[in-house]
């Protein structure tokens, strides 16, 4: 079976401040990895994704998530935080070269960028 | 550019209708998922299909949810016998790929959903 942990409901950070937003995994084999965003009465949003290769992946609007394989953890990231990055932030898991067809999210992670 | 189309985005039903909740993936995309999200949680997988094959329905959460995609694109889950802990999101989304691919062409890119209260 697979799982996703986001232990953070909210996270506030203040305008300009770096910002970041956890996520740990559970899978039997590799995981892909992905990050997606969610904006009100809107779909959800890809961000960014971890498949192989370099553990410090990059994506959208200046986001970048780092897997950390013994820690079982792939945490997003932002060097600088807009408040235009508020928003419901999902981490999803799907264990690679089988298992199960669907992505497993987290609960999600409220986001509030304080101006 | 055409993403993934859900209609209706409102669905408002009495305990007991049967709704019909369409979604139209990106053209050219092989696989189809679905999700239910209840309010405050992450979206929890329903089926898979790849082309017009259902692939994988384990997460159909009871034989009143039917879902089918007879051509290989636009596709139809059906709720049949609404019951109020069915009131929830339900999300498309699409990938370029099949599952069993790797890379970007597994991406999946979801549509606005489609909100279904049941009264």
């Known amino acids: 079976a697979q799982s996703v942990a986001q232990p953070e409901d909210q996270v506030n950070v203040a305008e300009g401040n770096p910002l970041t937003v956890k996520c740990t995994y559970s899978?039997?084999?590799?995981?892909?990895l992905f990050w997606y965003v969610q904006y009100p009465n809107r779909g959800l949003q890809f961000l960014l994704k971890?498949?192989?290769?370099?553990?410090l992946v990059k994506g959208s609007y200046g986001f970048e998530a780092e897997f950390n394989k013994s820690q079982t953890s792939f945490h997003l990231k932002k060097p600088s935080a807009l408040v235009s990055d508020s928003a419901l932030y999902f981490c999803?898991?799907?264990?690679?070269?089988?298992?199960?067809?669907?992505?497993?999210f987290g609960k999600g992670t409220h986001l509030i960028i304080q101006p | 550019g055409a993403g993934v189309s859900q209609s209706p985005r409102y669905k408002v039903a009495k305990r007991g209708q049967d709704v019909a909740l369409r979604c139209d993936p990106i053209?050219?995309?092989?696989?189809l998922f679905w999700y239910q999200q209840a309010l405050g949680q992450g979206p929890e997988f329903l089926t898979y299909?790849?082309?017009?094959?259902?692939?994988?329905k384990s997460g159909l959460p009871s034989d009143r949810f039917f879902a089918e995609r007879p051509e290989g694109s636009v596709s139809t889950l059906k709720i049949q016998r609404t019951q109020q802990e069915d009131s929830a999101v339900y999300l498309c989304?699409?990938?370029?790929?099949?599952?069993?691919?790797?890379?970007?062409?597994?991406?999946?890119?979801f549509g606005a959903g489609t909100r279904l209260s049941v009264l």
């Open positions: 989304a699409s990938s370029l790929a099949h599952t069993t691919t790797s890379g970007a062409k597994n991406i999946q890119y």
């Open positions: 899978v039997s084999g590799n995981p892909y």
């Open positions: 971890y498949i192989t290769g370099d553990n």
């Open positions: 999803a898991v799907r264990e690679a070269g089988g298992g199960a067809d669907g992505l497993t």
């Open positions: 053209s050219g995309h092989v696989s």
């Open positions: 299909f790849q082309n017009e094959a259902q692939l994988d």
